[in-house]
C-alpha cells in the first residue's frame, strides 16, 4: 500500500513562504510522475506542479516564479517551496504520484493514482 504524507501546510500573510512535504512509502518517488495539486472550497482539484523522472518540471501558470517543485530522491521526499504567497492560493494541497511512467508528466488529477491526506496552505491579506 503506498502511502504520500504531507506535512508544512500552515497560515501566512500575502508575501510570506512556505515549503510542503511529501514523504512516500513505499512509492520511490524517482520512479515516475510525481505533482503537487491543491482544491480550494467550492473550487475543483488543480493541477498545481509535476515533477517527472528525468527531472522535468511543469508548473500551472498561475504559480510560475513562484512555486519551486524538487525531489529529493535520497529522502524519496517531493517538495513544493512557495514563495510570494498570494490570498488566492488557500488550499489544501495534495502530494501524488502515478503508478506508470509517463514520457510527460500531466497536470490533470486523473493522471495519478495515489494521494496524501492534504494539508491546508492558508494564505491572508
Known amino acids: 500500500q503506498v502511502q504520500l504524507v504531507e506535512s508544512g501546510g500552515g497560515s501566512v500573510q500575502s508575501g510570506g513562504s512556505l515549503r510542503l512535504s511529501c514523504a512516500a512509502s513505499?512509492?520511490?518517488?524517482?520512479?515516475?510522475?510525481m505533482g503537487w495539486f491543491r482544491q480550494a472550497p467550492g473550487k475543483e482539484r488543480e493541477g498545481v506542479a509535476t515533477?517527472?523522472?528525468?527531472?522535468?518540471?511543469s508548473y500551472q501558470d498561475s504559480v510560475k516564479g513562484r512555486f519551486t517543485i524538487s525531489r529529493d530522491n535520497a529522502q524519496n521526499t517531493l517538495y513544493l517551496q512557495m514563495n510570494s504567497l498570494k490570498p488566492e492560493d488557500t488550499a489544501i494541497y495534495y502530494c501524488?504520484?502515478?503508478?506508470?511512467?509517463?514520457?510527460?508528466?500531466?497536470?490533470?488529477?486523473?493522471?495519478?493514482?495515489?494521494w496524501g491526506q492534504g494539508t491546508q496552505v492558508t494564505v491572508s491579506s
Open positions: 501524488a504520484a502515478r503508478k506508470l511512467w509517463l514520457p510527460v508528466c500531466s497536470l490533470s488529477h486523473g493522471a495519478y493514482n495515489y
Open positions: 513505499p512509492y520511490t518517488v524517482s520512479n515516475s510522475c
Open positions: 515533477a517527472a523522472r528525468d527531472g522535468r518540471t
